[in-house]
Each structure stands twice: as C-alpha cells, then as structure tokens.
C-alpha cells in the first residue's frame, strides 16, 4: 500500500501526507472534490441548466426587475460583489459579505447561518428576501408566463402549460451545480493526482502546515475544505455598521425580523450567526465554515468581509483567532516564512484562471398582439 500511494505521489509527498498529525487525528483529509450531489427531485439536463443560466441573469426574478442573482453573484468578482458588504435591493442595504457561488451546489446547509438547506429553497429565498431580490412569488411567476420563449422552454423541461416559479428555483438550482472548480486547472488536485511539480515548495510546506502546526484541517477539511459546521472565531464587526446609518438600520431590522428579545435588538450592533436559526445563547457568533477553494478569486474574506487578504487571514489566526472566540483557536506562532507558505497553500487550492461567464441573451417579453393571439 505503502510503496503504490509512493509511486502516486513521489517520495516527498508522500513524507509530507505521513508528517500530518491533524490527520492522525481523523479529520477527514482534504481532497478532489467528486461530481457534486444532484437531489432525486431535481434531476440534470442540459436544457434545464440552460434555462436556469437564463434566468439566474434575469432580472425578472427580483422586485422591480434590476436585482437577478447576478446583480451581487458576478462572475468577474468572484461570483459575489467584491465589497465587504454586499449591496441591497435598490434603496436598501445588504447585512453580510456576498458568498461566492461557485462549489455551493456541495454545501448541505446555505447562507454564513446556514440556514437554507438546498439550492432550490436558498434561491427562492434569495429572489424574495427584503434586502436581496425583494421579489413576490406570483407577480414573478407571471412576469415568466408573459415571455413566449419561456412557457416554451418550461414546458420543454417541466412539462407545465405555464411556467410555475418554483420550477424557476430548480433550474437555476440545476445551473448552480455546474459552477464548480475544475480539477484539472488547481495546482493541489493536480498534484494529488500525481504531478508533484503542480504545487510550488512553497505550497508543500504551506499544505504541512495546514494539516499540523497551525490546525486548519481540523476545521477546513474534506474534499470542500469545510466541515460544514459552525464556530465563532472572534472575526471583528465590520466598521460600516458604526459608522453608516443605513447599515446600521439593516443591522437592527434583521435582528427584529428574525426575532430577537428587546435587549438584544436595543443593543443591534453585531451579526449573531447561527443564533437565528437555533436561538441558543451558546451559538451566538457562530459562521459556518465556508469552503477554501477559489479564495484567489473571492476575496474580501469572513461573513462580513472584515479581512482583505489571505495574508491578513493567516495574521489573524497566528493571533489566536479574535477577541472573543469560543472555537478553541490559539496563538500559533508562526514565523514570517511559515505564514507566506501558508498563504502559498491556500492560493494552491484556486483554479489557476478564473471560472469566468458572459451574460446570456435574454429572451423578450411579448407584445400585446402577440400575448392575445
Ligand atoms: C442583493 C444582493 C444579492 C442578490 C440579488 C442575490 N444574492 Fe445570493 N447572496 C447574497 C449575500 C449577501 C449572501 C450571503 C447572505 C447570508 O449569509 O445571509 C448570498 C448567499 C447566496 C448563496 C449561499 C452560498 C453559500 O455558500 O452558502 C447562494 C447559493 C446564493 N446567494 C445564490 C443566489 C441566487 C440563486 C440568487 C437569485 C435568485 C441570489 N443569490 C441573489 C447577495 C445576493
Ligand atoms: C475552529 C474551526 C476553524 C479553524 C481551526 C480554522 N478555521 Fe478558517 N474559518 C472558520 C470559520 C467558522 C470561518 C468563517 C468565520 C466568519 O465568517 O465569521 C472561517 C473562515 C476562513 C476563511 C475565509 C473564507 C471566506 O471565503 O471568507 C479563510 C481564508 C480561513 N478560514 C482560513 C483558515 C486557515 C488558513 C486556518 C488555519 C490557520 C483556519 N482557517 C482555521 C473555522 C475555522
């Protein structure tokens, strides 16, 4: 067994992989991410993903037609918005960091809260939600019925005489699971798959690092780099909340709507993650670890973008994580070297270009004369 994973990986390698004492540990190991998960109710075709490209671009899916999914999920940005803070429905604001959606299609909980827990429920909620999409349900429905390309295509993949939205969410829940890292172009995969030369020296030691002395596996693991669980790591609220009214009334209402006691919402000055999805004090904080795959291309980092680089991420958790964190983080002390490998690694984990989209043609909403015909 030994010798067969050393003619795989080259001697080097393989020392690297035995030397991982988080590994010992039973963290699941990082590794190339499979085909992502497909729900039975939902099956792949290429029409259906087709469709759901359209109207992931679609403006129609949203209140008054400026805010489709791509609105805040740009593909030159990293499939979010690039700032710290994502931007709201026009005359809103945003609360939290825009996540990329490249490689959601393998998380089984949504959001920083993680509470949405499949594509299909997260984009009904994305298109709806007050601060995001603020569309209603029927008024968008009829909107798709008002544009002939559409019944056609519905009719094509669901089979429907009229376009239904919640179809609309599976298509584009279908086209999402094909935004997804390519294997071949990442330096890590290619090197676990037996090119030793894919990741730099730099990177080796950074990945000897990642899986020992400075613990990210146990945390960042598995094919996703997550495990998909929540912690509060003490990340620093995000200034704009201080310094913006407008934020700071998002801040509050989201408290309010999501149901927190009066003190709390007297208080409003921090995001309180998990806690409003499970209301227990002791989640309070707690993000869900987000995947480290494509970080090159999706920074800034954190539920609220507080941190720009992945040189100031590696700074922060040499610190010991921030003030506050109960996620059991301590100090590492790494040295100047040791935090460039690190960063080296986590940069080894993106696709070398990125995965970039253009905008598809949009079909045309039909005439008076054509509709009554
Ligand atoms: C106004 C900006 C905006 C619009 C419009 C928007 N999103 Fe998002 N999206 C965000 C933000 C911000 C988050 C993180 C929100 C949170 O955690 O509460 C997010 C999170 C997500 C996630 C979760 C990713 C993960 O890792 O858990 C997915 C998937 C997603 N959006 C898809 C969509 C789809 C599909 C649409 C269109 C139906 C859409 N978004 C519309 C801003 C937007
Ligand atoms: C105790 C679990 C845990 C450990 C250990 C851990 N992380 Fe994290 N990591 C998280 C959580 C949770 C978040 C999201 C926190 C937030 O947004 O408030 C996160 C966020 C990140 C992000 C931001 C990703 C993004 O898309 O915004 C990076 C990069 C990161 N961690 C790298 C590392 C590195 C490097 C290490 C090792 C030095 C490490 N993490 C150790 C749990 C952990």
Redesign the pocket.
Known sequence: MTRHITRILGSTALSALLALPALADSAPPLATLPPPPVPADNPMSEEKVELGEKL?WDGR??GNGS???S???LPDLGWGTGGAI????PGTQ?W????T?LN?AY?DK????GSATS?ES??KG??GGA???NGDGSMMEMRLRFVPEYVAAFKDVFGTEWPQVAHAWDA?AAY?RTIVTDATKVPFDRYLAGDTDAMSDAAKRGMELFNGKAGCISCHNGALASDQKFYDIGVPAAEEFEVDPLYQITLRWELYQKGVTEELYRKGDDDLGLYHVTKRPDDKGKFRTPSLRELRWTEPYMHNGALWSLADVVDFYDAGGGEGQTAGLQPLGLGDGEKADLVAFLEALSMEEPMLAEAPDLPETATWSEFLK
Do not use: D, K
């Open positions: 992931f899916l949203s805010m489709p999914c609105a805040c999920h994502s931007f709201g429905y945003h939290r960091n825009s996540q959606i959601s998380y949504l959001f920083w809260e594509l997260q984009a994305a298109a601060v995001a999409g584009i999402e």
